[in-house]
T-cell receptor
Framework: KQEVTQIPAALSVPEGENLVLNCSFT??????LQWFRQDPGKGLTSLLL?????REQTSGRLNASLDKSSGRSTLYIAASQPGDSATYLC???????????FGTGTRLQVTL | GAGVSQSPSNKVTEKGKDVELRCDPI?????LYWYRQSLGQGLEFLIY????????KSGLPSDRFSAERTGGSVSTLTIQRTQQEDSAVYLC?????????????FGPGTRLTVT
């Protein structure tokens, strides 16, 4: 059974810092990995989708990498801003099931 | 364009009552997914539709839960004889097609509270 873990569970950084969020998964036979952000009381917003054949994806200040063989992904956020404060979730698409298995999330707070 | 919409946004119901939650996917998206987000359980898959059929219902927690999709568009998740442990946020997502090549786009969710 696929299990997805995110470390740290919570993170507080001052504005302007670069930061890294970690995601690990137990079954390396994934088809893709997706990073989302969730604001309090809101749904999920897709940030980046990395196919299993890719090593990384970039969107603006966000860069996500994937090391499928070691079961790890990182989300790098450059020059963090207070508006980046949210919970970040990673999710993997595994096996023949057309569904995502989600991680536990990292709650990020960027302070002024 | 319009994103995924869900209604109601909040629902409070008494234990034992039935509830219906509605999801309107992005127009043209053939795949639709239901997930549940509860404290202590994280975000878990319930069911997905390809068109009007549901190839994977493996995540439905009990036979009190059912879902249907009509016209390849709107989906309804029904919970019969609600229990307190059903309290959660129910999220719906759609994607252009089923499978790993398509991103899933999520709605704002329905917060269900069973008293």
């Amino acid at each position: 059974k696929q299990e997805v873990t995110q470390i740290p569970a919570a993170l507080s950084v001052p504005e302007g810092e670069n930061l890294v969020l970690n995601c690990s998964f137990t079954d390396s036979a994934i088809y893709n990995l997706q990073w989302f952000r969730q604001d309090p009381g809101k749904g999920l917003t897709s940030l980046l989708l990395i196919q299993s054949s890719q090593r990384e994806q970039t969107s603006g200040r966000l860069n996500a990498s994937l090391d499928k063989s070691s079961g790890r992904s990182t989300l790098y956020i450059a020059a963090s801003q207070p508006g980046d404060s949210a919970t970040y979730l990673c999710a993997v698409f595994t096996g023949t099931a057309s569904k995502l298995t989600f991680g536990t999330g990292t709650r990020l707070q960027v302070t002024l | 364009g319009a994103g995924v919409s869900q209604s109601p946004s909040n629902k409070v119901t008494e234990k034992g009552k039935d509830v219906e939650l509605r999801c309107d996917p992005i127009s043209g998206h053939t795949a639709l997914y239901w997930y549940r987000q509860s404290l202590g359980q994280g975000l878990e898959f319930l069911i997905y539709f390809q068109g009007n059929s549901a190839p994977d219902k493996s995540g439905l927690p009990s036979d009190r839960f059912s879902a249907e999709r009509t016209g390849g568009s709107v989906s309804t998740l029904t919970i019969q004889r609600t229990q307190q442990e059903d309290s959660a946020v129910y999220l719906c997502a759609s994607s252009p097609r089923a499978g790993y090549r398509s991103e899933q786009y999520f709605g704002p969710g329905t917060r269900l509270t069973v008293t």
